[in-house]
């Protein structure tokens, strides 16, 4: 079963807005990572975030973590065509062995 | 330094069939995770080598099996294809299993099942 799941499954919008991707997951956790997948190709780590931790950055990324809810979210600033992609979220939970993903959300830039 | 590569690229099968995928990881890691990725799952985990032991299984049937050799570079192996088997199958890297987990991925294999 899928520990993580991202909200929504598939966002459009303009070249130059912000794009906002939500993660849920079910079991607390060591970490949380995102990952980004062009089209069929491997997954590129864009960031990873500690339980500890509540907010991290990386150029136009800022990801949030909220352990009481269990819940993270992906913020990618002034959105660029090349950020068109599928983005997910995976978890390594306290308890498990493995990491696991959610099922992505399809995100396409519009020029 | 060179990237989790997979080979091959492509792969078509039948019914029946079996197929071995490769995976050569970075230089320097020794655990190698495998993931099924279809449409509507997203990515399943199949299983995770470290050190040439299998550490981790996912709920998949016994037709899917894989294993790694002393240079870390592993294979998976699925038997008696099914239509259901057509996927993309990832292969990542990491360092080590430890609270970082950060894993590094091949380009994979898309398997058809004809």
């Known amino acids: 079963s899928q520990q993580g799941e991202e909200d929504p499954q598939a966002l459009s919008i303009q070249e130059g807005e912000n794009a906002t991707m939500n993660c849920s997951y079910k079991?607390?956790?060591?970490?949380l990572q995102w990952y980004r997948q062009n089209s069929g190709r491997g997954l590129v780590h864009l960031i990873l975030?500690?339980?500890?931790?509540r907010e991290k950055h990386s150029g136009r990324l800022r990801v949030t973590l909220d352990t009481s809810k269990k819940s993270s979210s992906l913020l990618i600033t002034a959105s660029r065509a090349a950020d068109t992609a599928s983005y997910f979220c995976?978890?390594?939970?306290?308890?498990?062995?493995?990491?696991?993903f959610g099922k992505g959300t399809r995100l396409h830039i519009l020029p | 330094k060179a990237g989790v590569t997979q080979t091959p690229r492509y792969l078509i099968k039948t019914r029946g069939q079996q197929v071995t995928l490769s995976c050569s990881p970075i230089s320097g890691h020794r655990s190698v995770s495998w993931y099924q990725q279809t449409p509507g799952q997203g990515l399943q985990f199949l299983f995770e080598?470290?050190?040439?032991?299998?550490?981790n299984k996912g709920n998949f049937p016994g037709r899917f099996s894989g294993r790694q050799f002393s240079n870390s570079r592993s294979e998976m192996n699925v038997s008696t294809l099914e239509l259901g088997d057509s996927a993309l199958y990832l292969c990542?890297?990491?360092?080590?299993?430890?609270?970082?987990?950060?894993?590094?991925f091949g380009s994979g294999t898309q398997l058809s099942v004809l």
């Open positions: 080598y470290f050190s040439e032991t299998q550490r």
């Open positions: 995976a978890t390594d939970a306290i308890m498990g062995d493995k990491i696991i």
């Open positions: 079991t607390s956790i060591n970490n």
């Open positions: 990542a890297s990491s360092l080590d299993w430890d609270s970082m987990g950060k894993l590094f």
């Open positions: 975030i500690r339980s500890n931790e």
